[in-house]
């Protein structure tokens, strides 16, 4: 009896490591394969071919462009109805200077 149960004790701890080595293989292949895995937005991207990457690119380049161009229109806009409004006042101030001018 003493035989068997000395033999079922190594037998137990020889299964151990095997078992912890077993699992840490599975474990290190599960890590692995998440590494690997695309996911999230990066995943469509991953996947796509080269003629979408480019369309992608260029439509982000041109939804770029639109909004410039936007705000571009917007301070054109600005300095126009400063250029027609300044005129105005610069005029005013240049004649009051004239003005001033045999006073002094």
């Known amino acids: 009896l003493k035989l068997t ?3 079922t004790a190594s037998t137990s701890q020889s299964l151990q490591p095997t078992a912890f080595a077993t699992m840490r293989s599975r474990c290190f292949a599960v890590l692995l394969v998440l590494a690997g895995c695309p996911c999230g937005a990066h995943a469509t991207e ?3 071919n080269p003629i979408r990457k480019v369309v992608n690119l260029l439509q982000a380049m041109q939804k770029k462009v639109e909004a410039e161009g936007e705000k571009e229109k917007e301070l054109y806009d600005q300095f126009m109805c400063w250029c027609k409004h300044g005129n105005g006042d610069i005029s005013a101030s240049i004649s009051s200077a004239n003005d001033k001018i045999p006073q002094v």
């Open 5 to 7: 149960a000395s033999r």
């Open 46 to 48: 991953a996947l796509a």
